[in-house]
């Protein structure tokens, strides 16, 4: 087998989830620093029909939270400074936070205004062990931005958000690997992320109160009862997460996967086998993260170092394994005329979108969604018995 360990996901992920704390009111007191300390509302008219969509914490201990309405929290704290809001600004000072990020980490994906994913993993030559980095990104937050934010690190997206929701306000919490399972056990069924406080009560008049409650229930009940969701309730209950911070979708970033070889090669089989291989990880990442990609770069390295690279766009983002290798494999051909050995070969997904055609989204005839279906087994199968319990039979190389 001509394939090296590099292109099977890294072992040590260290990702890093970012959240400020109480966002709007952070940015209000950043803008008016007489507010600090107090019980401050953000939400509009306190006379009117409104809800709370932030509340400082001096406001949270007389019970007020987001969502509640804005009249019940007059009730609950009549000294309150009620503020309408400026999303200009919380946009703005959003920006400057993930402007910040994205020195830290060419993979920073946003799960709302304020919030992020970044993914430190081999980020440590540049930046140092992922520990001091997060202090830092706080550090940087606080004194450039200007607000208070929370983190948690941890080998997966799913313990890396239960553990800054832990540290807030203005903590940091690392959970070591290996440590993932204990850490969780313990918890109240609704942190994990997903469980709501309806389920959670719901779990609670089961019995289950306990995260470690929750993975004692047998894989096949929870599916039997919750279906899709009862797989991932299992997998969360024992701190499982595969899922790949992705930056963006619709700006410049990209999937790829590449592989260098042992012995450079100038057969045409293995090199299209190799590639083959390589679109059908990129496109099964594309498909984990909800993508279409409209853009496939090829990249081949020859032995005497010359890189080179040709890309073809096309008519509608994809996320299916045939279309991507077949374009894949027309450019592909197009290089190997030449007897020039090849080192490396890579493929690169970009242009990436959220829906296949975002234009025609609505009118878009079911065909595709049968193809998600299909795929959504092969990924599941993947996903318990690894990528290469099911290959296309192109992606097979000839030793
Ligand atoms: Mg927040």
Not at 326 to 339: C, E, F, H, P, S
Request: aromatic fraction near 8%; glycine fraction near 8%; include cysteine.
């Amino acid at each position: 087998m001509h394939f090296k360990a590099q292109d099977e996901p890294a072992a040590g992920r260290e990702i890093l989830h970012v959240d400020m704390d109480a966002f709007f009111v952070s940015v209000e007191e950043a803008l008016d620093p007489s507010l600090k300390g107090k019980p401050v509302i953000v939400g509009g008219d306190p006379a009117g029909r409104g809800v709370v969509a932030a509340a400082s914490y001096a406001a949270r201990r007389f019970g007020i939270h987001s969502a509640m309405p804005l009249g019940r929290a007059r009730r609950l704290c009549p000294d309150a400074i009620f503020l309408r809001g400026s999303h200009g600004m919380y946009s703005e000072f959003s920006r400057r936070v993930f402007k910040l990020f994205e020195k830290y980490s060419p993979e920073v994906e946003p799960l709302s205004i304020d919030e992020a994913y970044l993914d430190l993993s081999g980020c440590a030559r540049l930046h140092g062990p992922a520990l001091p980095t997060a202090e830092r990104i706080l550090d940087e937050i606080r004194s450039q931005v200007g607000i208070n934010a929370s983190a948690g690190i941890a080998s997966n997206k799913l313990l890396a958000k239960v553990a800054s929701a832990m540290a807030k306000p203005s903590g940091l919490l690392w959970i070591a690997p290996g440590m993932e399972r204990r850490f969780l056990a313990p918890l109240p069924v609704d942190r994990i992320p997903g469980i709501g406080r309806k389920s959670g009560e719901q779990f609670r008049r089961m019995g289950i109160h306990t995260v470690a409650d929750l993975a004692r229930l047998p894989r096949e009940l929870l599916q039997e009862v919750y279906g899709a969701w009862g797989e991932k309730l299992h997998l969360r209950a024992h701190g499982i997460c595969h899922s790949p911070v992705v930056g963006q979708a619709g700006d410049a970033r990209s999937i790829s996967r590449e592989t260098t070889f042992e012995t450079d090669s100038i057969d045409p089989a293995f090199l299209q086998a190799t590639l083959s291989y390589l679109c059908e990880k990129a496109t099964g990442q594309l498909r984990t993260s909800g993508l279409y990609a409209r853009s496939i770069t090829l990249k081949l390295r020859y032995s005497d170092f010359r890189t080179v690279t040709r890309s073809h766009t096309l008519g509608e983002a994809t996320a299916q394994d045939g279309v991507v290798i077949a374009t894949a494999l027309g450019l592909l051909n197009r290089l190997l005329k030449g007897r020039t050995r090849v080192r490396l070969v890579g493929i690169a997904l970009t242009s990436l979108t959220r829906s296949p055609n975002p234009q025609t989204e609505l009118f878009h005839d079911p065909a595709p969604e049968k193809w998600d279906r299909l795929y959504e087994g092969i990924d599941s199968i993947r996903r318990k018995y690894g990528f290469r319990s099911i290959l296309r039979a192109a992606s097979l190389p000839r030793d």
